[in-house]
Structure formats: structure tokens, C-alpha cells
Nanobody
């Protein structure tokens, strides 16, 4: 059974940084085409944050995080990272890692229904 496990969340002050990790068990990431990060805060829809194509390492970002967040992958460690800098209170949310077993056309990269597997999420809280 495939499992995605996120870690690295926590409480940080505005302007601070966190690095989230997503590790896969049961299947290595090179079996997936796209790995994405989404987030969801109370009362809101789950929204796209960033994604990376595993083979080409092409990356995509939501406008709200562009220039502050960086998605990357470590093939040897079978892990995807989300480096978050200059954090804002509005970044507070549960962050989810997601993986797609088929390629995703660019117009659909930010669509949560394009992804097949999801982690349990990790809480990120940014205090003002």
C-alpha cells in the first residue's frame, strides 16, 4: 500500500521559515509523474501550493507563494521538500503532499483531482 508521510510542520512567527518533507513508502517517487503540495485552512477549499515533475524537475507555484516557497526533490532520499520562507499568517493551514501516477497537463497541475494519492497532512501555524 502506498503511503505519503508529511513532516516538518509547526508554529513559527511571521517572517520565519519552515521546511516540509514528504516521503513515500511502498512505492518510490520515481514511479510518479508529479508530486504536489496543497494546503487547507478551516472553512476553505484545499488549494494548490506547488508541484514538481519528478523526471524533469519542472516546478509550478501558486501566485500567492511564488518567490517565497521552493519545491524540490531528493531522488536518493525519495523525498520531496517544500521550503517556505517569509511566512505570513495567511500561510497558516494544514499542508498536504499529493502524488500523481500519470502525467498531468499543465492546465490541470493545480487541480486536486489530478492527484491519486494523498498524505495525512502537517499543520503549519504562522503567528503575527
Amino acid at each position: 500500500q502506498v503511503q505519503l508521510v508529511e513532516s516538518g510542520g509547526g508554529l513559527v512567527q511571521a517572517g520565519g521559515s519552515l521546511r516540509l518533507s514528504c516521503a513515500a513508502s511502498g512505492r518510490t517517487f520515481n514511479n510518479y509523474y508529479v508530486i504536489g503540495w496543497f494546503r487547507q485552512s478551516p472553512g476553505k477549499e484545499r488549494e494548490f501550493v506547488a508541484a514538481i515533475r519528478w523526471s524533469s524537475t519542472i516546478t509550478y507555484y501558486a501566485d500567492s507563494v511564488k518567490g517565497r516557497f521552493t519545491i524540490s526533490r531528493d531522488n536518493a532520499k525519495n523525498t520531496v521538500y517544500l521550503e517556505m520562507n517569509s511566512l505570513l499568517p495567511e500561510d497558516t493551514a494544514v499542508y498536504y503532499c499529493a502524488a500523481a501516477i500519470a502525467s498531468i497537463a499543465q492546465p490541470f497541475i493545480a487541480t486536486k483531482h489530478s492527484y491519486d494519492y494523498w498524505g495525512q497532512g502537517t499543520q503549519v501555524t504562522v503567528s503575527s
